[in-house]
């Protein structure tokens, strides 16, 4: 999925507060009921939000009713729209650029190159394909002491271990293709999956294997990967076990997958409630929580679950809620104040002890091995 294309981390000045008409009606052929949980299929709840519109893209009618599961903890919207109707929702969601050639962040301070090059020589140390530069060949041993650039370099690279030779790796909802370049440059045989056709196409004129597919029905061929990743997918899909049994299924016995989705108990969503960035109605239809989400691998046969720290994603989530908490248009450009800026520091740096506190779930879970 391309869901990061939106312009909302410029820093600058203060956003107008618009007053916006309603939304269209979404139309009631295309809405279906959803009595129970959609991870557990538990059937007691409690209400989190009402009348919830997108004011993210702005594009999806309709105002949507949010429900926490009693028993998992997930959250999900009922009623929700139809898979048939969907497409409704994402009438201005993409953007269809291929990634530029450029596949890791530089700096142009003089910290910050210094870091770099210590990031840059702990992921060549990590990746023996990699020839990132500028490197520090004390890197490897150094960034420990940068545990948030370490953070960052390792989400940066999925978490992933270094390819044996030859290893397969599968990005689900690849989008234009910037994962599957740069699992590339780390040594992966990498493809990519996508269901928007116009994403797919970029890709491919800049010679990415990616294809035409979607979760859960991909149809390819079972036992065939090393890594299969799924960032920022999960929460839009109607089928959440399907796919990840499918996932499962994709896996060499022993093959890793890693996954990112917004985290329902993240300090974001408590402190900007219905206008929490990760809520993104009607395109998210299921948003996790850690415990729903552990149970949700493990229901699908994944053993071995462990959550990683997130990064610095917390002042890009805060900023955009901000902006939607004024009701300003996307691309507004918005300026954490500092309290804000503080709490959003404050959670990255518990994060990085405490994985699942933060804005994200990050997880890595194991196919078990013969
Ligand atoms: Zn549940």
Redesign the pocket.
């Known amino acids: 999925m391309v869901s990061r294309n939106e312009n909302d981390s410029k820093p600058d000045a203060g956003a107008e507060n618009l007053s916006l008409p309603s939304p269209p009606e979404w139309p009631d052929y295309g809405l279906e009921r959803l009595p129970s949980?959609?991870?557990?299929?538990?059937a007691e709840r409690s209400l989190v939000h009402l009348g919830l519109t997108d004011r993210i893209f702005y594009c999806a009618p309709g105002a949507w009713t949010l429900y926490r599961?009693?028993?998992?903890?997930?959250g999900y919207l009922d009623p929700r729209p139809t898979p048939q109707a969907i497409g409704l929702a994402y009438a201005e969601y993409y953007t269809h650029a291929a990634p530029e050639e450029e596949v890791f962040l530089s700096s142009s301070t003089f910290i910050g190159r210094r870091l770099s090059a210590l990031r840059n020589g702990y992921l060549n140390a990590r990746f023996p394909h990699l020839a990132l530069t500028p490197s520090h060949r004390l890197g490897a041993r150094l960034l420990a002491l940068f545990p948030a650039t370490r953070a960052l370099a390792e989400r940066d690279v999925r978490h992933l271990p270094a390819p044996a030779a030859g290893a397969r790796l599968l990005d689900l909802g690849c989008g234009s293709g910037a994962f599957v370049r740069r699992a590339i440059s780390l040594g992966y045989a990498a493809e990519g999956l996508e269901f928007d056709a116009l994403a797919v196409e970029a890709a491919v004129s800049k010679g990415l294997p990616v294809r035409v597919g979607a979760l859960p029905a991909t149809g390819l061929e079972a036992d065939r990967y090393e890594v299969v990743t799924l960032s920022q997918v999960i929460e839009h899909l109607h089928e959440p076990q399907a796919a990840l049994r499918e996932v499962h299924r994709l896996l060499k016995p022993g093959g890793w997958f890693w996954l990112a989705t917004p985290n329902l108990d993240a300090p974001g969503h408590a402190h900007f409630g219905p206008d929490w960035r990760g809520l993104e109605p009607p395109r998210h239809l299921v948003l996790f929580s850690a415990q729903?989400l552990s149970?949700a691998l493990q229901q699908a046969g994944f053993v071995d679950i462990e959550f990683k720290p997130p990064g610095a994603v917390s002042a890009w989530l805060w900023s955009s809620s901000l902006r939607i908490s004024k009701n300003a248009r996307l691309g507004t450009p918005i300026t954490l104040p500092p309290d804000l800026a503080r709490l959003a520091r404050s959670e990255d740096r518990e994060s990085l002890a405490n994985p699942v506190a933060g804005e994200e779930l990050v997880v890595m879970a194991r196919k078990l091995p013969k």
């Open positions: 949980c959609p991870v557990c299929g538990a599961c009693a028993a998992c903890r997930c729903a149970l």
